[in-house]
């Protein structure tokens, strides 16, 4: 398994998830590998995600793990986003934690900033949702397919009641 392989670019992260497309891909590059293996890999299972990731790095994804990656990716952009979303807002440096301004743009309010953050996590939450949906659409009607898949949840986000 190629450990360090991406399963998206930043150009399709800002594509999928981000309206205003100026924000600096450093920003989003770091947190790729983060959020596929906090958010991703344990849904999918190890042995899938595994396999994805191979085959992605060989260039030899199937038909299948081809289509069913349209709807991680879905997913994975706005986790991305999610993850990055406290560094574009605050900068550490020498002089401390910075919140970035700009002359030009008024500064979202700590409510809108959790607001935004918020909204992140559940649409991917619910893209995630999508990737099991999908599948089991297929097995449907293939139930050799998607093998290796064994999704588990776990809820990051929204209000759970006891």
Known sequence: MARDTEMMTTAEIKEIAIVNSNLDTAYLDQYILYSQRFYIREFLGKEFYEELLTQIAAASLTTNNTNVLVYIKDALAHYVVYESLTQVRTQ????????NLTATS?????????NTRNDYIMKAERFRE????????IREDDATAYPLYCKTSKQTGGIIIY
Do not use: C, H, M, R
């Not at 008024?106 to 959790?114: K, R």
């Not at 999508?130 to 659409?137: A, L, P, R, S, T």
């Open 92 to 99: 550490i440096s020498k002089g401390g934690v910075n919140t």
């Open 106 to 114: 008024e500064p979202a309010t700590d409510l809108g900033y959790g």
């Open 130 to 137: 999508e990737i099991d949906y999908y599948i089991k659409q």
